[in-house]
């Protein structure tokens, strides 16, 4: 009885500071996050990774002398999971910035749509390129890349171990750049080729003052905006490629600070 007191004292702190790590990055880390994924299922995969993981690293386990040790354990942990998940969807959401880009220069700004990811209501054509991203994921099996953060991040960021340092800071701000950089590309055919349209559509516009430029221009960047879009959709696999690269960038360098590497 002694020894199963012994075994749980040095195990159940572990087992928390495990749970409350992956609990972060389930609740932040893009897809597994959305919101059509039930609450009770996202703490019931996060409890399965737990019992799967602890027995894998229990010789790391932290040594818990008091409840004020589990308490600040634990709240480092979430940091950790939440810097990590956060991180990540910044990067994610690349495509649905590009999306915004487009749908306000075709005239679609204020077409909104309830996205069931994050219950949010995005522009129309935002949606329309993360269904898009999100069944690419999924085929091209890169939400792997997700799994595997959740098993690796342990043997480079002992529980207890971590360190934030200012350079995470500096890192979130790259990132945010790439993602920028990621949309702007993929926007920007559409957005050119809609400002040439523009561009004609005011030339016409002086030489003949006397014709209607609202009831032409509207249909006509809509129509042009759209072809637009199916046409650049070709360039989808080599900003995905980008896109997935900058996410495996972040999550390794992100690790590795964390870790004090």
Do not use: C
């Not at 500071?17 to 009770?40: D, E, G, H, K, Q």
């Not at 995969?45 to 040790?69: A, E, G, H, R, W």
């Not at 342990?154 to 340092?165: A, D, E, Y």
């Not at 509207?218 to 896109?243: D, H």
């Amino acid at each position: 009885m002694l020894e199963l007191i012994d075994i749980a004292h040095e195990w159940v702190p572990g087992y928390m500071l495990t749970f409350a790590r992956l609990s972060a990055m389930m609740a932040t880390f893009p897809l597994f996050s959305s919101s059509l994924i039930n609450i009770r299922v996202r703490v019931s995969l996060s409890m399965i990774l737990t019992l799967i993981i602890s027995p894998l690293i229990k010789d790391s386990f932290p040594v818990i002398l008091s409840m004020n040790q589990i308490y600040v354990g634990i709240i480092r942990e979430i940091l950790i999971g939440l810097f990590l998940g956060i991180g990540t969807s910044v990067i994610f959401n690349a495509f649905g910035m590009a999306g915004a880009f487009i749908g306000r220069q075709i005239g679609l700004a204020m077409a909104n749509v309830l996205d069931p990811n994050s219950g949010q209501n995005l522009p129309v054509v935002s949606q329309f390129l993360m269904v898009i991203m999100v069944t690419y994921f999924f085929v091209t099996n890169a939400h792997h890349l997700f799994i595997e953060t959740m098993f690796r991040n342990f043997m480079i960021i002992p529980l207890q171990s971590g360190t934030f340092v200012g350079s995470l800071g500096v890192q979130i701000i790259k990132t945010g750049s790439s993602t920028f950089q990621i949309a702007l590309k993929f926007a920007i055919p559409t957005m050119l080729l809609l400002l040439i349209i523009e561009s004609a559509v005011g030339i016409t516009v002086r030489v003949m003052p006397q014709m209607n430029a609202f009831f032409i221009t509207l249909p006509l960047r809509v129509g042009v905006g759209f072809f637009a879009l199916m046409t650049s959709l070709e360039i989808f696999q080599l900003l995905f490629e980008s896109t997935y690269e900058t996410m495996s960038v972040f999550i390794n360098n992100a690790l590795y600070q964390l870790g004090g590497s």
